[in-house]
């Protein structure tokens, strides 16, 4: 008996130890993991089981990864954004169905791909990521970006478009048809991006009319805030309504019909014997004030209301609209007072100097204070003069679509075939009275009398940059569709 006692001694000893020695191991290589080894893109160990849940135009995609270590914190980095898209919503859960916030933080990373970070370094997490497609990144993904600046100082189109477009086989050539998509450059915010030349792939269906038609607009460029500026281009259902070349396969898509508010024409303001009459809004006597409506702001606000004011969710306020009225260069006389009628001064403004003589216009607009219209929200940016985030095309960026003054350019996409207001004031003139940059009717970027009453008025909005789209590629059989609900 006592050999035997002794034996199951030993036997119960040597369980004890080894049970022992196990546990000690095991401890102290959890403990070694999380504490030795380099952490630093090193893979984990013990295996920090993450699922991804990526929905895309409503279908739900799963994807699984195993992480890695940062920092002291579980990095994933599974899925890469498509292009035209931006994250939208993330929600986080752990295993237990409880939501997470504060220890997970989600960014999207240089290479495009999402990254979600989980500091509290626990198992089983489970993210939901709705990605959203954004008319801002849309626009990119669709277009391929033209290098270099253009040469300003030639009207740009397509000449084949041009000569299509027109009769009057004199005086269709453009001076350049090489510059023509995509391209970048600078104002206020950063970097923008805009269209120039013969494109159709610029198109957008935003908001109904007050009778339940569809309203056309078409991309004048991606503001460096992300927002996007429209110009109106007609009302209807289908686009045989606002294009009359529809079905001519050649021409279809490159202007618009005189619809809506393009087809009556109006003054910009309904006397041009003062200096004041240049501006979208002025004050009596004062160089550059905002207390009374142009004729040409009147009308559109009353349009606005009728057919966009259910719409103005989706509208930015704060981008504004530059009428630049501050002095050129080429002044004559004392330019220090405003109100002349026959004192024999002229002023010249900057958009004459920029686009007349440099031919060089610009996005930045000079006076932000007082000509940069901007809604009453727009803290403290703009003159916050405006009841509703509606104006007019600038003749700078008439220029950078492809217009030059004294040249007719029946190709590029801002060509109507009728006449239009823009926001920009050219002179005042002791003879010739008070001018305003205007698109003539063959496209030339022309300037005219403010009471001359044969131009229309072409609305232009700022969409905000979080603008989502539910479907188009820009064509105008696929124009983008603006998400309103």
Same mark, same amino acid.
């Given at each position: 008996?006592k ?9 119960l ?9 196990i ?12 504490q ?7 893979k ?7 699922t ?14 195993s992480?890695?270590?940062e920092?002291?914190?579980?990095i ?8 035209g ?10 295993r237990d ?9 989600l960014?999207k990373?240089?290479?495009?791909k ?5 500091s509290?370094?626990?198992r ?15 626009i990119?993904?669709d277009n391929?970006?033209?290098e ?14 041009a ?9 269709? %050539?453009c001076?350049?048809e ?5 391209y970048?450059s ?6 923008t991006?805009?269209y120039?030349?013969s ?13 339940g ?7 004048i460029r991606?503001?460096?805030n992300?927002?996007?500026?429209l ?11 606002v294009d009359?070349n ?7 898509g ?8 393009n087809?009556t024409?109006y003054?910009?303001?309904s006397?041009?014997?003062k ?5 979208y ?7 550059n ?6 004729n ?12 966009l ?14 009428g ?5 260069t ?11 009628t ?6 010249y403004y ?27 929200n727009?803290?403290?940016?703009g ?8 104006g ?20 590029y996409?801002?060509?109507?075939r ?5 926001l ?6 002791v003879s010739?009275?008070? %001018?305003v940059?205007?698109?003539y009717h063959?496209?030339d970027l022309?300037?005219s ?12 909005v ?11 590629d820009?064509?105008?059989?696929k124009?983008?569709i603006?998400?309103t609900?």
């Amino acid at each position: 008996k006592k050999p035997k006692l002794i034996r199951n001694l030993v036997i119960l000893f040597m369980i004890t130890f080894i049970g022992s020695a196990i546990y000690f191991k095991t401890s102290s290589s959890k403990y070694q993991t999380t504490q030795v080894i380099p952490i630093i893109n090193t893979k984990v160990v013990n295996k920090p089981w993450w699922t991804l849940n990526i929905t895309k135009d409503g279908v739900k995609q799963t994807i699984k990864s195993s992480g890695t270590i940062e920092n002291s914190e579980y990095i994933f980095e599974g899925y890469a954004i498509p292009e035209g898209y931006d994250i939208g919503n993330v929600t986080c859960t752990r295993r237990d169905k409880t939501e997470v916030s504060g220890d997970i933080t989600l960014d999207k990373v240089e290479n495009n791909k999402i990254k979600i970070t989980d500091s509290s370094k626990k198992r089983g997490t489970i993210c939901e990521v709705t990605i959203r497609e954004l008319l801002n990144h849309k626009i990119l993904a669709d277009n391929k970006l033209q290098e270099g600046e253009p040469d300003f100082s030639k009207a740009t189109c397509n000449n084949e478009i041009a000569i299509a477009n027109t009769s009057n086989t004199g005086q269709y %050539r453009c001076t350049d048809e090489t510059q023509n998509g995509v391209y970048k450059s600078e104002d206020d915010f950063g970097p923008t991006y805009y269209y120039r030349g013969s494109v159709n792939n610029n198109w957008v269906k935003f908001g109904k009319n007050s009778e339940g038609q569809d309203i056309w607009w078409r991309i004048i460029r991606i503001n460096g805030n992300g927002s996007v500026k429209l110009i109106y281009a007609g009302e209807g259902n289908s686009p045989s309504d606002v294009d009359p070349n529809y079905n001519d396969e050649k021409l279809r898509g490159y202007f618009m019909q005189q619809t809506g508010i393009n087809k009556t024409a109006y003054t910009f303001n309904s006397s041009n014997t003062k200096s004041e009459y240049v501006g979208y809004m002025y004050t009596e006597g004062e160089v550059n004030g905002n207390e009374a409506n142009s004729n040409a702001k009147t009308i559109i606000d009353e349009w606005y209301v009728q057919n966009l004011q259910d719409y103005e969710q989706y509208l930015d306020g704060t981008t504004g609209f530059c009428g630049d009225r501050t002095y050129s260069t080429e002044n004559t006389g004392d330019v220090t007072n405003q109100g002349w009628t026959s004192t024999g001064k002229n002023i010249y403004y900057g958009a004459y100097l920029r686009l007349f003589s440099a031919k060089a216009p610009s996005y930045v607009c000079p006076d932000k204070t007082n000509d940069l219209y901007t809604t009453s929200n727009a803290a403290e940016r703009g003159n916050k003069a405006l009841t509703n985030p509606i104006g007019l095309i600038t003749a700078d960026e008439v220029a950078y679509a492809g217009g030059k003054k004294d040249s007719s350019n029946y190709g590029y996409w801002l060509y109507t075939r009728s006449i239009y207001w823009t926001l920009s004031p050219v002179y005042f003139n002791v003879s010739k009275g008070v %001018r305003v940059f205007i698109v003539y009717h063959n496209g030339d970027l022309d300037d005219s009398n403010v009471n001359y009453s044969s131009c229309g008025l072409r609305p232009v909005v700022n969409l905000k940059a979080e603008t989502l789209i539910s479907q188009g590629d820009g064509t105008i059989d696929k124009p983008y569709i603006v998400k309103t609900t």
